[in-house]
Structures are given as C-alpha cells and as structure tokens.
C-alpha cells in the first residue's frame, strides 16, 4: 500500500520556467511533509519541509503548498535553472510515538526533473 | 567532520555469498537508517535503530540483518545475497526524537550476479 504518491515520474522544464511537482497521502496522521533533493550519484539532502499547520511555506526560488482538506501537497521550483536538475522525493511521518514507529519517512517514487538551458 | 559515510561505494557479489555494508557517522545523532533505492520505487526502508544497540523492522527487512553496537555505526549484513538485493543502498541518520530532518551518505551500489 503505498502512502504517498508523487507525480509527475518525470518532468522537462524551461529555463526560467516554473517547476511543479505533486503528492498526495492518504494517513491523517502525517504531520511532518518533507522535499528531498538527489543529484545523480549522490544522498539525498532535505531542500524544505513543512507542517500542517500553515499552507505554505517558501524558501528563496523553493516553495511548499499544503492542503490539509485534499491531503495533497506540492513543490513549486520558480525561475527554474539548469543546476536544480535533480530527482526531487516528496515524503511524510507521523507523529513520534505513534504505533511505535518512531516517525519514519514514508516517501514518494520520486520526479525527475530535467531543466533545459 | 565528514557527516555520514558509507563503505564501501561500490561491490559486485555472486547470488550467495554474504557482505556487511557499513555506516559510520560523527554528528553524534541517536537515530539512523539503512534504505534501498531501486528505479521507480523511491527510498524503502530496511531496517533502523533508534540508539545504540537497539534495532528494529523497517518495511522491507527480509534478507537482510544489521547491528548496531555502537552508536556512531551501523552494519547491515547480507547473509546470502540474491540478485534482487542488486540496488544502492544509503544510511541516513537523524539527530534524535524531535528534530525530523535526514542526513544521507553518498550510498553503496551492489550488483548480485
């Protein structure tokens, strides 16, 4: 049963361009919604994260929305560049404690972004 | 300070044999994780600990075994590897309870023949 759905698998954007990706949830108890970033042969490293309790959050070119109702959010990538071509993971936790889970991420298949000069 | 590593980066094994993967980390963090990343699948989680000897079931754990006896490590062991365990593997650590953010090595391919 897979959690989060993310979509798109892939994504061909302009330069300048805006990026957006989607997920979706389905456990109401999710209260933490992170974005991690991966460049080929590297970790994946946190870009932003967000909680439900606001419905969005942005940092620089780099912009969370969150719909608590549709249990859906997004990355939206603005003035997109070349360097931001990367494989982007949306993912979610509950909270700490509960069934025991210690809060682990639960992520999505990933997007492939590709962003031409 | 080289944050989390992984050894080693690349392994080629034979359907059977066994091998142990190693995380280390010197950020001090409590919590740490060994995922695999297969095409299209995204991150699955294998197995985690929460602090120095102590281990538990992720969502993917059969095949594999890990230990942690001290807390800047963690092994996860291939008893005998399948070529279903081809994938790259990535340890992840976490400060603790209240902070959720990941910290990831720079991963471990395996190729089982």
């Known amino acids: 049963q897979q959690q989060v759905k993310q979509s798109p698998q892939s994504l061909i954007v302009q330069k300048g361009g805006i990026s957006i990706i989607n997920c979706a949830y389905e456990n109401t108890a999710f209260d933490y919604f992170p974005w991690y970033q991966q460049f080929p042969g590297k970790g994946p490293a946190l870009l932003i994260a967000?909680?439900?309790?606001?419905s969005e959050k942005k940092e620089g070119r780099f912009t969370i929305s969150f719909n608590k109702s549709a249990k859906q959010f997004s990355l939206h990538i603005m003035d997109s560049q070349p360097g931001d071509s990367a494989t982007y993971f949306c993912?979610?936790?509950?909270?700490?404690?509960?069934?025991?889970?210690?809060?682990?991420?639960?992520f999505g298949k990933g997007t492939k972004l590709s962003v031409k000069p | 300070n080289a944050g989390v590593t992984q050894t080693p980066k690349f392994r080629v094994l034979k359907t059977g044999q066994s091998m142990t993967l190693l995380c280390a980390q010197d950020?001090?963090?409590?919590?740490m994780y060994w995922y695999r990343q297969d095409p299209g699948m995204g991150l699955r989680l294998i197995h985690y600990s929460v602090g120095e000897g102590t281990t538990a079931k992720g969502e993917v754990p059969d095949g594999y075994n890990v230990s942690r006896l001290k807390k800047q490590n963690f092994l996860l062991g291939l008893e005998s590897a399948a070529p279903s365990q081809t994938s790259v593997y990535f340890c992840?650590?976490?400060?603790?309870?209240?902070?959720?953010?990941?910290?990831f090595g720079p991963g471990t391919r395996l190729t089982v023949l």
């Open positions: 992840a650590t976490q400060p603790g309870q209240g902070a959720k953010e990941q910290f």
């Open positions: 993912a979610a936790s509950r909270a700490l404690n509960y069934g025991g889970s210690q809060g682990n991420l639960i």
């Open positions: 967000i909680r439900p309790d606001v």
């Open positions: 950020m001090n963090h409590e919590y």
